[in-house]
């Protein structure tokens, strides 16, 4: 099994990395500055670390779209490219001490999304019905048609976010009503913050998982999982499974501490695969984790247990000073 260099990509949170029918994977993240979005590209996971990152859209100077950019995904979907953010139009929180981001999609029709900011358009904010914080979008497909899972504060519900889901009618704007997922309800998720997640899906062995990560972003910072089988309806929440405990977390002994937001890619090889999720080596974090920018990109391969459900063993340690 291929051991790569971790961190892999340094002072990047929130890594998300797809792996695209020309051979290239592509990664975004937010970076420590939270004004921009950028995106490199390697033919290898490990060459991702040594890749130019291109700058393909900035904040605005005002609006919606104007402060603390976070958590792009980048989505090929129909022969284009979108990507997924979310942005506040302030730094202020509100009158619940919650930021004030929403959630939205940008567009690229070029084969090669690396090409220039111009060839990136604004489809604006993706509305779910709902005006609260929401944030940490992802899509995938089921059954020819198109979901969109993201985190949202209800304020009927104690916590800063649950999860949802609805189906969509194109890639920036839903069909359906959401329908909530989770939300934050163990010991585990109510660390520090009550919060559900950093959303990402992975679709194997007849069943779809989704990964999320709980708790305050220290070292408290874990990953969850629900799962349902594949043939179910996903927009009814009595199907889904959710565990009890968390999947992954901080490994005290190796000094991993908060691993999560992750997403999923494939090896080189087509065939393993790979979880990827940002993680700190130390504890002592002054001020507001947000601020602090040590949440660097790690990759590391996992297996499936032999009931079906993916294990992702513990956070692999540091390798590379």
Known sequence: MTV????????????????????????????????????????????LAHAAPRTIWRKHESGPMSQLIWAPEIHYIDGKWFIY????????????????HRMFCIECDNPDPMRSEDDWI????????????????????????????WAQKDPDIKGNSN??????GNPWTLKSKP???SKPEFD???IGFWVNEGPAVIHRNGR??????ASATDEHYAMGMLSIPDDKDL?????????????????????????GHNSFTVGEDGKTDILVYHCRDYTEIKGDPLYDPNRHTKVQAFTWNDDGTPNFGKPVPYNYD
């Not at 953010?85 to 004030?100: I, R, V, W, Y």
């Not at 489809?123 to 899972?149: I, P």
């Not at 927009?235 to 691993?259: C, E, I, R």
Request: overall charge negative; charged content about 20%; glycine content about 4%.
């Open 188 to 190: 585990w998720e109510t």
């Open 208 to 213: 779809f998982f989704l990964t999320y990560s």
């Open 163 to 168: 999860l949802y889901i609805a189906e969509m």
């Open 122 to 149: 604004e489809h604006g904010q993706v509305e779910t019905g709902m005006d609260s914080f929401s944030l940490d979008a992802t899509c995938f497909e089921a059954n020819n048609k198109l979901y969109y899972v």
């Open 4 to 47: 790569y260099t971790n961190p892999l990509i340094v002072q990047r949170a929130d890594p998300y990395i797809y792996k695209h029918t020309d051979g290239y994977y592509y990664f975004t993240a937010s970076v420590p500055a939270y004004n921009l979005i950028e995106i490199r590209r390697a033919k290898t996971l490990e060459g």
């Open 85 to 100: 953010f979310a942005a506040a139009e302030t730094t202020a929180l509100d009158k619940n001490g919650m930021f004030q």
């Open 235 to 259: 927009l009814d929440a009595s199907n889904w499974t959710k565990s009890k405990k968390p999947v992954f977390q901080s490994d005290m002994a190796t000094h991993q501490y908060g691993p």
């Open 179 to 181: 329908v909530m997922l």
